[in-house]
């Protein structure tokens, strides 16, 4: 079976820190890029951060960048989602997925063929 599965969500106030982790298994994801989706109940599901097989290209959406750090440790197969600094319009179900680093557009939910389950960060005022 191949799995991806988040880990470290949690209710934090604003300002404060979470580390997201998304550990794969089954297989070891070379070439493939690991995007950090998040939703929030009745909102669109929207990439947040992504970071290709070789680290090299990373992405950010404008909300999080300079609050956001994403980063991957292939021999662990693992992909961090550090979040600083953060508002309570982050609030959301936070899912890992993966898809080929030659996919067209890593903000289409679509060329993603791995998921997981999620994992809720509340973030409180």
């Known amino acids: 079976q191949v799995q991806l599965v988040e880990s470290g969500g949690g209710l934090v106030q604003a300002g404060g820190s979470l580390r997201l982790s998304c550990a794969a298994s089954?297989?070891?994801?070379?070439?493939?890029?690991i995007s950090w989706f998040r939703q929030a109940p009745g909102k669109e599901r929207d990439l947040a951060a992504a970071?290709?097989?070789?680290?090299?290209?990373?992405y950010y959406a404008d909300s999080v960048k300079g609050r956001f750090t994403i980063s991957r440790d292939n021999a662990k197969n693992t992909v961090i989602l550090q979040m600083n600094s953060l508002k309570p319009e982050d609030s959301a179900v936070y899912y890992c997925?993966?898809?080929?680093?030659?996919?067209?557009?890593?903000?289409?939910?679509?060329?993603?063929?791995?998921w997981g389950k999620g994992t809720q960060v509340t973030v409180s005022s």
């Open positions: 089954g297989r070891t994801f070379s070439n493939y890029a």
């Open positions: 997925a993966a898809a080929p680093d030659s996919a067209h557009d890593l903000r289409s939910p679509s060329v993603h063929e791995y």
């Open positions: 970071i290709t097989w070789s680290g090299g290209w990373r």
